[in-house]
């Protein structure tokens, strides 16, 4: 791989610093929200909630029993975090479609770096099967010589 190469897939990771700040914080919403530590977060914010207006303020508190304040803010969560996460993920698609075209390329200069050498070599060993003839017969006319010269 050469230096050119290397410099376009190093350039191509560093595009991420050219990101806008929607940008950016798509990514850092997408990959919260689809962590351990959000779920978990979410989870005991969901029972605090539960416990609090259940039990502690006897369901006589801001969102009594079917809790439609926590449906109608857990409805604008999902309403807002699926389209930030898609923005992600379709920024990331791209990247990958960038590498896979740089990968692709690196793979065909390879392969015709490859066949470059692969034709070296059978011109090599072309060559070297030819000269293997030439002394094999230079051979054969000195064991004749010595034959010939054996049976006077």
Same mark, same amino acid.
């Given at each position: 791989m050469t230096n050119k190469e290397i410099n376009s897939i190093a350039e191509l990771e560093d595009n991420n610093d050219k990101r806008t700040l929607g940008q950016r914080v798509a990514d850092k919403v997408a990959d919260f929200g689809g962590s351990w530590t959000f779920i978990l977060s979410f989870l005991f914010f969901l029972i605090a909630w539960i416990i609090t207006n259940a039990y502690f303020l006897l369901n006589k508190g801001f969102d009594p029993y079917p809790f439609i304040l926590l449906n109608l803010i857990l409805s604008c969560i999902a309403a807002l975090q699926a389209p930030i996460i898609m923005m992600s993920q379709n920024r990331q698609e791209e990247k990958d479609r960038e590498r896979a075209k740089k990968d692709f390329q690196i793979n065909l200069k390879a392969e015709q770096e490859i066949r470059i050498l692969q034709k070296k070599l059978d011109h090599i060993l072309e060559h070297q099967h030819h000269e293997l003839i030439v002394i094999q017969n +230079?051979?054969?006319?000195?064991?004749?010589?010595? +034959?010939s010269q054996l049976n006077k």
């Open positions: +230079k051979q054969t006319k000195l064991l004749e010589d010595i +034959k």
